[in-house]
């Protein structure tokens, strides 16, 4: 999808007026209305990241199903020109926000890639990990009850040990795998208390045992290496196999476009305008002397 952007000089017409009258003059003579594109710049990024996070609302944006830490992470500001700083994301979840998305069917996809594996009936698979986040965490989008965090925090955690042959790919390529060892696992078919035992998403709830709802199999890890050697930081996980001869599930249904720089443009326009008129107020008396 590429990096979203919204440039700040196109948003303000009193900076591109500002711009029109200085052309030519490089930014550091103009102090003050340089660092106020910076500030505005962090305005939207700042109700950008809001949104992304789940804190915060965007007029005329449906809010997020599924709220993301790395969505808000990878939203930043930078300077690309005199007067001119963006807003961006790298996130690839902006652009399917931004853009929209077409219906995916994983189960043509995934169980073929260079992690996958083969299996004896001749299909392949491909193993999914899902991180989850604790009963209070924010920005995961599957978060486990109470009950099932009392039990699982104190698991002793899964530890790798080192990569392993793993067998051929999808593909026939012999690939390494990571070998684990230790640790505590949610038993299928343990049962809890009937109230807040398993949140499937970050705003459902349902009870029953772990065979009926996905924190089955559920480990406390110190950290995943995948086949790459690229090591994910600690937490909680599931497991869940993707297979090519899989019926049913697996598929992304299409998302509409929501054109979120748009709407956020739109609804910081009045900040930014009242951000640089100050600054290129401020900046005409000082050189202007008061």
């Known amino acids: ?27 550091k003579g103009f102090p003050l209305v340089s660092e106020g594109a910076k500030s505005a710049a962090l305005v939207i990024a700042d109700k950008w990241k809001a949104f992304a996070g789940g804190s915060g609302s965007i007029a005329g944006v449906e809010p997020l199903k599924h709220p993301s830490g790395e969505y808000a992470r990878s939203i930043g500001v930078k300077r690309v020109g005199n007067f001119h700083w963006s807003v961006f994301s790298w996130a690839k979840q902006a652009g399917f926000i931004e853009y929209g998305a077409r219906e995916i069917d994983l189960k043509t996809t995934h169980p073929f890639g260079a992690r996958s594996r083969k299996a004896k009936d001749g299909g392949s698979y491909l193993i999914v990990p899902f991180r989850w986040g604790t009963p209070k965490s924010i920005g995961f989008q599957n978060r486990m009850g109470v009950n099932v965090y009392s039990v699982v925090s104190r698991f002793s955690m899964t530890r790798a040990l080192g990569a392993v042959n793993g067998g051929q790919n999808a593909g026939g390529r012999l690939v390494s795998r990571q070998a684990y060892a230790g640790g505590g696992r949610l038993k299928t078919g ?91 107020k401020a900046e005409l008396e000082t050189k202007l002397g008061g």
């Open 1 to 27: 999808m590429g990096i979203i952007e919204i440039g700040i000089a196109v948003q303000s017409p009193a900076l591109k007026a500002f711009i029109d009258a200085a052309r030519g003059i490089s930014d």
């Open 190 to 280: 343990e049962t809890f208390a009937k109230k807040n035992v398993y949140t499937t998403r970050t705003n459902g709830a349902a009870t029953g045992n772990a065979s009926t709802y996905s924190n089955a199999g559920m480990i406390r890890s110190a950290g995943l290496t995948d086949a790459r050697g690229r090591k994910s930081t600690g937490g909680y996980f599931t497991f869940r196999v993707i297979s090519s001869k899989s019926q049913k599930g697996w598929v992304v249904p299409p998302q509409k476009a929501r054109k979120v720089t748009e709407h956020l443009a739109r609804e910081t326009a009045g900040a930014v305008e009242n951000i640089i008129e100050a600054a290129w």
